[in-house]
């Protein structure tokens, strides 16, 4: 692995500049996982009370990221004893590419016992590694490429796909992915990683929401995959989210056909 696959970004000042490894397969350009991984670190870092635990998070990739230094910002647009909003914003040549909505709420102690029936597929153990896309499509090399894949069942499937994922490199050099970055950085796979179906786009996601429940544990986040699609080249990718205890939240994705060429 040479020095720019070994981590999504390298630190260039206050600045971050994407590596090889964070590529997109459409051009030269950052691929949205990255972009979000990024976002999220920003909010994660912006928490006023380390208590509060992120529950939605919402990117809206308005712009396209190419592979050149980006700043990130991070504002509270609300502060409460329950509730923290955070704003974090990526610009690249003066412009803003993709902007974050994130909600932190406090947690409290409920009497019970917690439900965590475990995952509804096996793994992530014992299966075999496979690709996000196909490297028989031959597209540009990338974090689609990066990203460990062990499927249940693939994009092939007739009802959802089924997946474990686990991303291999740290987004920085000397720093550990934490639990919501990584779920953020995977959760731009759903589209790629749901049904075909009948209605071939191909698919392109402008927007990730993500709900969490529970901080996922562990090195792999599970995915049980659906896609609604229309004629009219848009739909919507959703998306279970699992680590193997059980259920930790929900992923949205807004798709629009790309057409290539």
């Known amino acids: 692995m040479s020095d720019t696959t070994q981590t999504l970004f390298q630190f260039a000042g206050d600045?971050?500049?994407?590596?090889?490894?964070?590529?997109?397969?459409?051009?030269?350009?950052?691929?949205?996982?990255?972009?979000?991984?990024?976002?999220?670190?920003?909010?994660?870092?912006?928490l006023t009370d380390p208590?509060?635990?992120?529950?939605?998070?919402?990117?809206?990739?308005?712009?396209?990221?190419?592979?050149?230094?980006?700043?990130?910002?991070?504002?509270?647009?609300?502060?409460?004893?329950?509730?923290?909003?955070?704003?974090?914003?990526?610009?690249?040549?003066?412009?803003?590419?993709?902007?974050?909505?994130?909600q932190a709420l406090r947690p409290t102690e409920l009497d019970g016992s917690a439900n965590e029936p475990g995952a509804p597929f096996p793994g992530p153990e014992g299966i075999a590694d496979g690709s996000l896309i196909p490297p028989e499509l031959g597209l540009r090399w990338g974090v689609h490429d990066v990203v460990d894949v062990r499927w249940i069942d693939d994009q092939s499937s007739p009802d959802a796909s089924r997946v474990w994922m686990r991303m291999p490199v740290p987004l920085l050099p000397g720093e550990a992915l934490t639990p919501l970055v990584h779920t953020a950085t995977l959760v731009d796979c759903i589209s790629a990683a749901s049904p075909v179906g009948e209605l071939f786009g191909p698919w392109i996601n402008t927007d990730i929401t993500c709900y969490l429940h529970r901080r996922p544990a562990g090195e792999w986040?599970?995915?049980?995959?659906?896609?609604?699609?229309?004629?009219?080249?848009?739909?919507?990718?959703?998306?279970?989210?699992f680590d193997p205890h059980g259920p930790v939240g929900s992923a949205q994705e807004a798709v629009l056909v790309n057409e290539l060429g």
């Open 15 to 46: 600045r971050f500049l994407p590596t090889e490894a964070a590529g997109n397969p459409w051009g030269e350009l950052t691929g949205g996982g990255p972009v979000a991984g990024l976002l999220a670190r920003a909010a994660e870092r912006a």
């Open 51 to 102: 208590e509060l635990f992120v529950a939605r998070m919402t990117f809206d990739l308005m712009r396209p990221v190419p592979r050149r230094e980006v700043a990130v910002s991070a504002t509270t647009l609300r502060s409460g004893k329950r509730l923290q909003v955070i704003q974090a914003e990526l610009v690249c040549d003066g412009e803003v590419r993709t902007r974050a909505t994130v």
């Open 221 to 241: 986040l599970g995915m049980e995959i659906r896609r609604d699609v229309e004629t009219s080249g848009i739909g919507l990718a959703h998306a279970r989210l």
